[in-house]
């Protein structure tokens, strides 16, 4: 399976969507070129899921290679463990 580029973007205007995203956070962007003829960016928002934003609440994060890495670690695990966490707890509810 081709693994998708995911870009990254900072969150530079969260009007109208204060609880979903944070202002000045780096956010994981999807590539999705049906949603960017239309002005919106397929977000990972606080969530956890993906969403469509204005573009223009967003700039592109231009980090080196090793930074980007280290930043979509931080990003990425800790929502597999959570996922990971409420897999077993869905485990549970189902017995």
């Known amino acids: 399976m081709a693994r998708t580029a995911r870009r990254l973007v900072i969150c ?12 000045r956070k780096i956010y994981v962007c999807i590539p999705d070129a049906r949603a960017e ?4 960016l397929r977000v990972i928002d606080e969530s956890g899921e993906e969403y469509l934003y204005p573009q ?3 700039v592109t994060a ?3 290679h090793p930074v980007r890495r280290g930043v979509l670690r931080r990003i990425i695990a800790p929502r597999r463990q959570v996922s990971g966490a ?8 189902s017995r």
Not at 37 to 40: N, Y
């Open 12 to 23: 530079i205007d969260n009007s109208g969507y204060e609880v979903s995203l944070e202002r």
């Open 37 to 40: 003829k239309l002005g919106q």
């Open 56 to 58: 223009e609440s967003f």
């Open 62 to 64: 231009d980090l080196s």
């Open 86 to 93: 409420l897999g077993g707890f869905r485990r549970e509810l």
